[in-house]
């Protein structure tokens, strides 16, 4: 729709804008974001030609407008909420609204038609229709010259510096009404210092430094970019843990040098693919003849394979080892697996079995360290320094969870906050309190903390960079919400469980693509579930590990159920540690419904790509008398969309999943926050169709 290349603007002899190339396209919400005297101004005005460019071109719908006047631009369907708002203080409401459609040359009914639109848009604005608008607030009369903007009904509407001077509460008001615009189909130019405002509310970016575009992109990837958000965001640092919001209010990089400190280095030693085979073969090998000398189960196991500890010639002879399945640990309950004698054993975990006996493992001392080290990398691979204080919003006890991120938490020498979960209060408190840089809980937990920092508006006074969030799948929608209520945070993904060590066997990494898993700790076999043969690189499978120094109860070939694939190649983050997707499910949890197998983060990814929709969301399963299954989807309406919107929200997603997966389901859309939300793992699936658990 607007085509901007390689404008240049001067003011006398000094030149503005060197060169800028911007695009936006129909519907499109852009961010043009850049600290004060970056130029962002002056190519506002360049647009609605209030000064004239000195070269370049612009172009509206494919139409050369470069040196039109701003009646022209107006007329062309420009409309501009001015920095500042500019709104006339003695005039009333009513009257600031009217003289946005004058140069248009309205009849009296459609004026009065938009008058309405605006005001549906606004109530605030029709309360207060009769007040001078002097009198108004700061976020109310921005609202007036957002609403005055509006009365021209833009084919492009420029805001500049809507959050500018606004308290925080206010800046989530007029942010979710630009959001609203932006769903609602208004093309709009959001130029803001505010950059992670500007980031979260775009779909689309441009950075300008200094006249120059420095930076452009998907915003999403922009606000996740750790590079950027160094330079942009400002780092905090312990004498002034608030640095990174106060940057990504004002973009004013403020950067904190960080004081010289001993940081270790938890990354492994290898430095090829050849040295981490033999390492793995080394470790292949100690372990079959650890756990055949070790346990009296393993043995009978390996015997009826008919292996022994020299038949481990090559990674390959991977293949001849039976596999071992969560009844075996629930059948050697209370120490399955257990390959060394009691006084080496120092600690036990159990995970939770939801039926029959929970499965317990038995750890040494060396255990313990090698989880301690390997949970440090997690820390090390999501960029937490000793500087970084980690709130820890897990389980502790008997679980591994608490356990594994205070102990590579300490590891790395960062400040634990170790809480636990729930308390909502409290960890809301602490936030504030202690300012805490690192949040760590499941990924339900950040969802019910974002939703209460939102709530209570706290969102600038805390200072949460990073999210390291486990154990549960999360949709992209899901991970967006996250980021944006805790005020732009960066998710990592991590990885593990109870039977293999417990968590942090592994963690996305900066570039946010796919989760590095620790290969020198642990080989990882994708299998078809159904077959248990291999399957080619890249494909879905079912995740399948065998431990390389694990003493207390070491794995052969566990059929973990996850259902994850590997990633070939190096990765761009430039670490050589090997990689996968993020967990898409269970083997053992996929939907099985008339006929076909859907896996729930199919559902999660189709309803991200609906706007309009919320990130929570049941699969109710139920079988009719004549034996045919029903799917029932209840879906969150997102905050602030209309239940009208209901019936073409259904006939979307409907729509989309009659065509993605091939099955028809009954909608039902609810409001916004009316699902339960947990601190723990969120049920989704609720299959009624059979009565009995299946163990
Ligand atoms: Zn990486």
Known sequence: MLKIQNLTAHYGAAQALFGVNLEIAKGETVALVGANGAGKSTLLK???????????????????????????????????????????????????????AIP????????????????????????????????????????????????????????????????????????SIIHQLSRSGTTILLVEQNAARALSASDKAYLLANGHIVEQGKSAKLLNDP??????????????????????AGLTNIRLEKP?????????????????????????????????????????????????????????????????TADDLREGYPFPLRSVPFEQIV????????????????????????WTDFFARCYQMAGVTPLDRVQIAVGYGVWTAGMGFQLGCEKVGALAVPVGPGNIDMQIQFLLDFQSTVFCSTASMALLMAEEIHKRGVADQIAIKKIIYGSERSSRSMRQKISELFGGAELFDITGLTELYGPGTGIECSEHDCIHYWGDYYILEILDPETLQPVPDGEWGEMVVTTLCKEGAPLIRYRTRDITRMIPGRCPCGSILPRHSRIKGRSDDTIKFRGVNIYPSSIDTILSAVPGIGSEYQIHLTRDNAGRDHMRLVIERAEGVDSKRGPELSHEIGHQIKKQLLVSVELELVDYSSLPRSERKSQRVFDNRIQDEIV
């Open 227 to 248: 590079v950027l958000r160094s330079a942009f965001l400002g780092a905090a640092s312990e004498a002034n843990p608030a640095a990174s919001r106060l940057g990504a």
């Open 260 to 324: 010289a400190m001993q940081q270790q280095n938890f990354m492994p030693t290898f430095t090829s693919e050849e040295e981490l085979k033999s390492h793995q073969l080394a470790g292949l090998k100690w372990t079959v003849r650890h756990a055949y000398e070790g346990s009296s189960v393993y043995r009978q196991k390996l015997e009826a394979a008919d292996v022994t500890p020299e038949s481990i010639q090559s990674l390959e002879d991977l293949q001849k080892l039976p596999f071992t």
């Open 104 to 175: 248009l040359k309205l009849s009296k009914g459609e004026s009065a038609r938009r008058m309405d639109e605006v005001f549906s848009r606004f109530p605030k604005l029709q309360e207060r229709r009769q007040q001078l608008a002097g009198t108004l607030s700061g976020g109310e009369q921005q609202m007036l010259a957002m609403g005055r903007a509006l009365m021209a009904q833009p084919t492009l509407l420029l805001l500049d510096e809507p959050s500018l001077g606004l308290a925080p509460l206010i800046t989530d008001e007029i942010f």
């Open 347 to 370: 600690r036990v975990h159990a995970s939770s079995g939801t039926t029959g006996k929970r499965k317990v493992l038995s750890y040494t001392q060396k255990d313990l360290d090698d």
């Open 46 to 100: 360049c647009l609605m030609g209030l000064i004239k460019p000195t070269g370049g071109q612009i172009s509206l719908d494919n139409k050369d407008t470069t040196n039109s006047s701003p009646a022209q631009m107006v007329r062309l369907g420009l409309a501009l909420s001015p920095e500042g708002r500019e709104v006339f203080g003695e005039l009333s409401v009513l009257e600031n609204l009217q003289l946005g």
